[in-house]
């Protein structure tokens, strides 16, 4: 008698998870539409594209992760503007999309230079520093 009933306590188990799975494969974003043209819901920005153009992106993480900050112009105290900077984490990559040459500094108003990107590039960078203040010269 205990068998049967476990047997079709492990076959009502099976069920609602296939259930659950088909209903949540329901729900899912199609990658096309039922007519099979490609579907037009554009995927959230991640790792480096999260940096707006024209900005300077400075990144918590490897390879654009993590938390991000950018900027415009030139900003002698960083972390006032960026929250993972002002928490002392690290910077672990950057992207500059700025047309210039963007310098950083592990000191407040341009002391203790530490690196510079050129304009485009994008980057690891060490992860051992944390960046007080940026530069467009």
């Known amino acids: 008698m205990h068998l049967a009933r476990a047997l079709r306590s492990r076959a009502a188990t099976v069920l609602a998870a296939t259930v659950l799975a088909a209903g ?3 729900f ?13 819901t ?3 920005a ?22 991000i900050c950018w900027w415009y112009d030139s900003d002698p105290v960083a972390g006032r503007s960026c929250g993972f900077l002002s928490q002392g984490k690290n910077v672990k990559s950057a992207w500059n999309r700025t ?3 963007v310098v950083y500094y592990t000191s407040e108003y341009y002391q203790d ?9 994008q980057t690891n960078l060490a992860g051992s520093y944390v960046v007080r203040s940026v530069e467009f010269p």
Do not use: M, N, Q
Request: proline letters at 8%; charged letters at 25%; a neutral charge.
């Open 42 to 44: 554009k995927a959230p």
């Open 24 to 26: 949540a494969a329901a």
């Open 46 to 67: 991640d790792g480096y594209d999260r940096c707006p153009r024209g900005s300077f992106c400075l990144f918590s993480g490897w390879d654009g992760g993590g938390e």
């Open 113 to 121: 230079r530490i690196g510079s990107e050129s304009r485009g590039s």
């Open 28 to 40: 899912a974003a199609p990658a096309a539409l039922a007519d099979g043209s490609p579907s037009l």
């Open 99 to 101: 047309t210039v040459r």
